[in-house]
């Protein structure tokens, strides 16, 4: 099975004048692949990530995350399905500016019931795997920006999730920054886990194994990458 489908999706935001978000979107991404998504701004991009995040729902149509279709789960079910089963990344990053990194990374575990020194434990291990051990005590503001991506990367693990999601991960880093994320997510997809980036640069995308173009709420077309870029 995928690791998320989707079946004729529609968004629709009502603005006064209606905005058809996506218009009828079929995809399918496999479990263990690495996917990005291309498009302009406002073709979509962001709404069809929120929507497998279970951030949103559709206006018609089906996602299928890990076999579920989302739109039965009870809102409590999709909070817990976003730390268990999908790790989100944002361009932003989403860090609470008054947690310290690690408490930052420890918090999707909270609502897990896993114990306060369990949770720290796990959290500076995390912090350990992006290469930020000895950063555990500092408050966002006192991170760069491509430290702050690399914790809110290591919160997204916390629930060990088996998709990531991520918005522009890259989109606020400098190249070289960036290049660092991009060989932190290639460990992740080596590793088995199921990718989904969205990304306005073409060398970022190059780095994934399959390129889904977006134009105005539709597929325009699924490039397949022969050989993705590799960090070494
Ligand atoms: P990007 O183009 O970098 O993906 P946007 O600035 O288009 O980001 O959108 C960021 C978020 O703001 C979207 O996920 C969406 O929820 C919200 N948003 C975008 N456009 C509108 C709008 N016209 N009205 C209200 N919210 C919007
Ligand atoms: P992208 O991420 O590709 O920039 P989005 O998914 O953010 O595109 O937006 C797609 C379209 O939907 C845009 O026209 C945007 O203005 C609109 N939109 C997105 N989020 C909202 C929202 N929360 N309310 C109203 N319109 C929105």
């Given at each position: 099975?995928?690791?998320?489908?989707?079946?004729?999706?529609?968004?629709?935001?009502?603005?006064?004048?209606?905005?058809?978000?996506?218009?009828?979107?079929?995809?399918?991404?496999?479990?263990?692949?690495?996917?990005?998504?291309?498009?302009?701004?406002?073709?979509?991009?962001?709404?069809?990530?929120?929507?497998?995040?279970?951030?949103?729902?559709?206006?018609?149509?089906?996602v299928w995350v890990n076999g579920?279709?989302?739109?039965?789960?009870?809102?409590?079910?999709?909070?817990?399905?976003?730390?268990?089963?999908?790790?989100?990344?944002?361009?932003?990053?989403?860090?609470?500016?008054?947690?310290?990194?690690?408490?930052?990374?420890?918090?999707?575990?909270?609502?897990?019931?896993?114990?306060?020194?369990?949770?720290?434990?796990?959290?500076?291990?995390?912090?350990?795997?992006?290469?930020?051990?000895?950063?555990?005590?500092?408050?966002?503001?006192?991170?760069?920006?491509?430290?702050?991506?690399?914790?809110?990367?290591?919160?997204?693990?916390?629930?060990?999730?088996?998709?990531?999601?991520?918005?522009?991960?890259?989109?606020?880093?400098?190249?070289?920054?960036?290049?660092?994320?991009?060989?932190?997510?290639?460990?992740?997809?080596?590793?088995?886990?199921?990718?989904?980036?969205?990304?306005?640069?073409?060398?970022?995308?190059?780095?994934?194994?399959?390129?889904?173009?977006v134009l105005d709420g539709t597929?325009?077309?699924?490039?397949?990458?022969?050989?993705?870029?590799?960090?070494?």
């Amino acid at each position: 099975e995928a690791a998320v489908e989707l079946r004729d999706v529609r968004k629709t935001y009502f603005l006064g004048e209606p905005v058809h978000a996506l218009d009828g979107v079929d995809i399918s991404i496999p479990r263990g692949s690495y996917t990005s998504v291309m498009g302009p701004s406002g073709s979509g991009k962001s709404t069809l990530l929120n929507l497998i995040g279970c951030l949103d729902t559709p206006t018609e149509g089906e996602v299928w995350v890990n076999g579920r279709e989302t739109s039965e789960l009870s809102q409590r079910d999709r909070t817990t399905a976003r730390g268990e089963e999908i790790g989100f990344v944002f361009q932003t990053f989403n860090l609470m500016p008054k947690l310290t990194a690690a408490e930052n990374v420890a918090l999707p575990l909270v609502f897990q019931g896993v114990s306060k020194s369990e949770r720290i434990d796990l959290a500076e291990e995390l912090l350990d795997e992006v290469g930020l051990g000895d950063r555990g005590d500092h408050r966002p503001n006192e991170l760069s920006g491509g430290q702050r991506q690399r914790v809110a990367i290591a919160r997204a693990l916390a629930a060990d999730p088996a998709i990531i999601l991520a918005d522009e991960p890259t989109g606020n880093l400098d190249s070289e920054t960036g290049k660092q994320i991009m060989g932190l997510f290639q460990r992740l997809h080596d590793e088995g886990n199921t990718i989904l980036m969205v990304t306005h640069e073409r060398p970022i995308a190059e780095h994934s194994e399959r390129v889904i173009h977006v134009l105005d709420g539709t597929v325009e077309k699924v490039e397949e990458i022969e050989s993705p870029r590799r960090v070494e």
